[in-house]
């Protein structure tokens, strides 16, 4: 059978009903009799609960039930983190005792209406002793530093050395040295459906049910019930298409603090859906961050070996405690043929919202480090950037290339794809208008980075933390089809639509396996435990759907197909291997007059159980549970594959400096991506632009700043800076396509690719902007403010110290 819908700019089958508001989100889902949720959070970042009276709320009318910080840690268990660390605070989802962070829950109110709830939370009498606080991941480390967690003793969660290769050798044979200082800032990239979630207890059956936000259904369900000492089998979730997630929606605090309202209301359902100011302020951030970088080159720009020192603030939480620094491992040497590397990271608390996944999770920031480095090279060498990067990238005859970490990138043609990226944007034609504009005072800059883009988790990397005894490991999804009597289809999977264009590009998949039409393929969006397959590492994160998602779903459409062929066998009296599936028929190969509709077929196999079943079964259904065939544990040198496939990126950005303001407007900026046999190219360049332009954001506007006493002062989007289409200019596009021979299609990942690569390239035409001046830039973001403050200081390295770095916003 030839695939015929794979390949094609299929419309996406989303955007009617996005459009025309037909839709429902979490907060669109009906309830009858709901009670509405009104959090109380702390206003301080560190203090202690000397007496916490709620009664005064209580006693209100339209008050159904009030729960404290008390009551949840006699009634729960605490928080247990994706990755079991060594030693762990007990982390509940309410504040008891103390509170850690400006915006951590104290007490909840369920009320008859949401005004009627936050009207009961000024009631609610709270005294605190404020406690120093601890904000800078380096301060934390400090001898003297308050501890942000009592019971662990030290504000260091975690600290690992991880040394892959010759390093001292190379270090050695090494011509010079060249070393930097990056740093990267908190930022979200901020869904417009903000998180939500809506419980009901049975007390009949002692069940729960869960509707609401979730990237990971199948962890989730396992941390609600474990917290609330429960089965897994007694929680139902269900999990509508998300208005966007971007890996921000993963906070089961929530879900356990509105479940356990559900428990005292006993069948009312309960609501609670965070307002944008709640979400700035406390579902979570991306993680900031310092790392040295020091590299051993040769006088031609060749890099021998890297070493890394990383120091990743985890803000006040544990739930991601240790992923930032072990998810750089993935992409540690970026897209270069660097055979020694070391990486030591820190997990530091402090006294900060505590930090979540974001599009690409601590792969920005390593990219950014790298590539960062590599324009340092070529300043110390005097090459040109080009020209270094072409020295040291991993060769296309070299794949599949293995890291030194254990990463095996699966295919690639590096060089090409940065040769066609500067093509793209006419690199020599932008290098004389550069001069030009030099020479007229302007400065005018070129930025260049590549980036690979890992997808796929294999959750054993957290062994390298937890020890070989942790249970979750490995990377697979689940799916169900089922074809209807009619002649259709519907797919079940464990993943989640977010607005990738899930759902389109699985009926296009499985309309080409099944030889139907894209528009006779269902997919059931929603997901619900009850209903859809899944494993514990099911759901919507880590880029993982080209690889995963897709292979579950094609295994079972391929069962089904398989019984499909097998009963119009019997029919046509022929055998299996001589049928064909296309247009809604089964036809004989070589005799087109010798054919059945697939509907035909379809309604035997459900209404006709006198019939002989192939597999002694009436109907045509099949599930499959796909298992990652490449994953593994940590071997005795301690490299792992982190990640299973990679794809990869280069960009190339020209921005323009106001020498008087120093503002920074993006006048060009183009894209040259490898994500294998792509599925849709029209959703593939939707994902392109999207994360180009997070990217683009992360390293020019966005910023979550804490003043010293750890009070956040960007929580709205009057002060957290949103890009508008004025703000980002039209993103060029071209593409490779080196499909993977590990998925079943050839496809690689292409979600995050923009927002890991894009800060880099953004950095690098600053720099390059700047050069007049001889001002390099080693951190993000770049604030015009800031910049214009170390030009009349007549300083060379921006950021300057984290004093400047509050002030002077």
């Known amino acids: 059978?030839?695939?015929?819908?794979?390949?094609?700019?299929?419309?996406?089958?989303?955007?009617?009903?996005?459009?025309?508001?037909?839709?429902?989100?979490?907060?669109?889902?009906?309830?009858?009799?709901?009670?509405?949720?009104?959090?109380?959070?702390?206003?301080?970042?560190?203090?202690?609960?000397?007496?916490?009276?709620?009664?005064?709320?209580?006693?209100?009318?339209?008050?159904?039930?009030?729960?404290?910080?008390?009551?949840?840690?006699?009634?729960?268990?605490?928080?247990?983190?994706?990755?079991?660390?060594?030693?762990?605070?007990?982390?509940?989802?309410?504040?008891?005792?103390?509170?850690?962070?400006?915006?951590?829950?104290?007490?909840?109110?369920?009320?008859?209406?949401?005004?009627?709830?936050?009207?009961?939370?000024?009631?609610?009498?709270?005294?605190?002793?404020?406690?120093?606080?601890?904000?800078?991941?380096?301060?934390?480390?400090?001898?003297?530093?308050?501890?942000?967690?009592?019971?662990?003793?030290?504000?260091?969660?975690?600290?690992?050395?991880?040394?892959?290769?010759?390093?001292?050798g190379a270090f050695r044979r090494a011509d010079r040295l060249v070393h930097e200082r990056i740093t990267i800032h908190r930022y979200l990239s901020t869904p417009l459906e903000t998180f939500g979630s809506i419980a009901q207890f049975d007390p009949s059956t002692q069940t729960m049910t869960v509707w609401g936000s979730a990237h990971q259904p199948g962890q989730e369900i396992n941390n609600i019930a474990s917290a609330l000492g429960l089965s897994p089998g007694q929680v139902r979730m269900i999990v509508p298409p998300m208005g966007g997630g971007f890996g921000n929606k993963t906070r089961p605090i929530y879900h356990i603090l509105v479940a356990l309202l559900a428990m005292k209301l006993g069948n009312r359902p309960v609501k609670w859906i965070e307002d944008r100011r709640e979400s700035l302020l406390a579902l979570g951030h991306a993680a900031d961050g310092i790392m040295d970088v020091e590299a051993a080159i040769q006088h031609d720009g060749t890099i021998l070996a890297l070493k890394f020192r990383n120091i990743e603030n985890e803000g006040a939480g544990i739930d991601f405690a240790g992923r930032h620094n072990l998810l750089m491992l993935s992409n540690l040497v970026n897209c270069y043929r660097i055979t020694a590397v070391s990486y030591e990271g820190y997990s530091v608390v402090t006294n900060s919202c505590p930090v979540i996944a974001n599009r690409g999770i601590g792969k920005p920031f390593m990219c950014l480090a790298v590539e960062r480095i590599v324009d340092a090279v070529a300043r110390a060498t005097g090459l040109d950037r080009v020209v270094v990067r072409e020295r040291n990238f991993i060769q296309p005859h070299q794949f599949p290339y293995e890291t030194p970490s254990g990463q095996t990138y699966d295919s690639g043609d590096y060089p090409r794809m940065l040769r066609k990226a500067l093509d793209l944007l006419d690199y020599d034609e932008l290098l004389v208008e550069q001069s030009s504009a030099r020479a007229e005072g302007r400065l005018v800059g070129i930025g260049i980075a590549c980036g690979v883009e890992p997808a796929g988790s294999n959750l054993a990397y957290g062994m390298l933390i937890s020890g070989p005894g942790q249970l979750l490991s490995g990377q697979g999804e689940a799916a169900r089809v089922r074809m209807e009597p009619d002649g259709s289809a519907t797919v079940y999977t464990g993943g989640i639509e977010s607005g990738q264009g899930h759902t389109t590009s699985l009926s296009q998949i499985v309309a080409d396996e099944l030889g139907l039409h894209p528009e006779r393929v269902r997919i059931a969006a929603t997901f619900d435990s009850q209903s859809h397959p899944y494993v514990q590492t099911s759901g919507n994160y880590s880029n993982k759907f080209n690889g995963h998602d897709t292979a579950a779903a094609i295994g079972a459409a391929r069962k089904v197909r398989d019984k499909l062929l097998r009963r119009a066998a019997r029919m046509l009296e022929v055998s299996s291997d001589d049928l064909e599936l296309g247009d809604g028929r089964v036809r004989v190969m070589g005799a087109p007059d010798r054919s059945l509709p697939i509907a035909q077929i379809a309604a035997r196999a459900y209404w006709s159980l006198t019939d002989e079943a192939p597999d002694d079964e009436p109907g045509l259904e099949a599930l499959h549970y796909y298992r990652n065939p490449r994953v593994r544990t940590p071997d005795a040198q301690r490299r792992v594959p982190v990640q299973m496939g990679f794809s990869a990126a280069a960009h190339v950005a020209l921005v323009e400096v106001d020498p008087d303001t120093f503002e920074i407007a993006v006048r060009r900026y183009g894209v040259v991506h490898d994500c294998g046999k792509e599925i849709n190219p029209l959703i593939v360049e939707g994902q392109v632009h999207g994360a180009t332009v997070h990217g683009i954001a992360a390293a020019l506007l966005e910023e979550f700043v804490y003043d010293d006493e750890g009070q956040l002062l960007t929580t709205s989007f009057m002060d957290y800076l949103k890009p508008s289409a004025a703000d980002v200019p039209t993103i060029e596009t071209d593409r490779l396509e080196t499909p993977s021979p590990w998925t079943p299609l050839g496809t690689k990942?292409?979600?995050?690719?923009?927002?890991?690569?894009?800060?880099?390239?953004?950095?690098?035409?600053?720099?390059d902007a700047l050069q007049p001046l001889g001002i390099k830039i080693t951190g993000l973001p770049i604030i015009p403010t800031r910049l214009w403050r170390v030009v009349c200081d007549g300083g060379t390295t921006y950021p300057r110290s984290r004093e400047a770095y509050v002030t002077a916003r």
Not at 749 to 767: D, K, M, T
């Open 1 to 168: 059978m030839n695939a015929t819908w794979v390949g094609q700019r299929f419309a996406r089958k989303e955007d009617g009903p996005l459009l025309t508001g037909h839709d429902r989100f979490v907060d669109d889902i009906p309830m009858h009799n709901v009670a509405h949720v009104a959090i109380l959070r702390s206003p301080h970042a560190h203090a202690q609960i000397m007496r916490l009276d709620a009664s005064r709320a209580a006693a209100l009318p339209a008050v159904y039930a009030v729960l404290t910080g008390e009551e949840v840690v006699r009634l729960s268990r605490p928080q247990r983190g994706r990755i079991p660390l060594p030693a762990s605070p007990s982390v509940y989802a309410l504040a008891h005792d103390k509170v850690v962070y400006v915006g951590q829950p104290v007490a909840a109110v369920a009320a008859v209406d949401r005004a009627a709830a936050e009207d009961a939370l000024d009631l609610i009498d709270v005294e605190y002793q404020p406690l120093p606080a601890v904000v800078s991941p380096e301060g934390a480390m400090a001898a003297d530093a308050p501890l942000v967690f009592d019971e662990i003793g030290s504000n260091v969660l975690w600290h690992d050395t991880f040394p892959y290769g010759d390093v001292d």
């Open 749 to 767: 990942g292409i979600g995050e690719g923009g927002a890991i690569v894009a800060p880099a390239a953004i950095a690098s035409a600053v720099e």
